[in-house]
């Protein structure tokens, strides 16, 4: 799998899901995940089904957090799983070879051991910095850790957890090519301002 830059996260979404996804897709937005862990399943089902109703026929790749089943019963192009999910094999198994499939890790030893599972197609790598978009975060990895596995990955690596535009600069500098601004661009009420900050970061990756 190819770099993809942006990794948009859509996690309670000041301007609506439906309305972020138009704003995430029109402003050509790679990648765009629906990460909602406190919603009810039905209306979890409802939101990724519109999403992907948005996103279809699009360049922007759906992606559905934890959830195989509703990825699969929303259409979507693939799942994002964690450490204490389902196995990347079992998940492989429910979406089938069609779906991407991402992985989060939060060590050197996750990252390394994320390298041979089959069935990966990139892995999230944090949080690089102290992040309050988690009910109980990961210890932070911090930009070193960062470096060590951007030198050793064969998978595209997103950097993720407590980036925003203040300290992108040394996240790029540690080797970053895809990385994940969940509260900078999740908490604007317009979508003309979220769209102001996607082509803002899209600006500075790019420098």
Request: aromatic share 4%; charged share 25%; with cysteine.
């Amino acid at each position: 799998m190819e770099d993809f830059g942006l990794y948009v996260i859509l996690t309670r979404p000041g301007v609506g899901h439906a309305a972020a996804a138009e704003v995430a897709v029109r402003s050509g937005v790679r990648m765009l995940q629906l990460r909602e862990k406190e919603m009810a399943d039905g209306e979890l089902l409802r939101v990724a089904r519109e999403v992907r109703t948005v996103t279809r026929g699009t360049q922007t790749r759906f992606i559905v957090n934890d959830r195989p089943d509703i990825a699969v019963l929303a259409e979507a192009d693939g799942v994002h799983v964690g450490q204490e999910d389902l196995p990347v094999g079992e998940v492989r198994r429910l979406v089938g070879e069609g779906r991407i499939v991402g992985l989060s890790t939060h060590s050197i030893a996750q990252a390394r051991a994320a390298q041979s599972l089959k069935g990966v197609d990139y892995i999230g790598f944090g949080p690089v910095y102290p992040t309050t978009t988690k009910a109980v975060p990961d210890p932070v990895v911090g930009t070193a850790l960062l470096g060590e596995v951007m030198g050793f990955s064969r998978l595209p690596v997103v950097a993720i957890g407590g980036i925003f535009p203040e300290n992108l600069s040394a996240v790029r500098a540690a080797g970053a090519r895809n990385l994940c601004l969940v509260r900078y661009l999740m908490e604007p009420t317009e979508p003309a301002e979220m769209e102001r900050r996607i082509e803002e970061v899209r600006r500075w990756m790019q420098e």
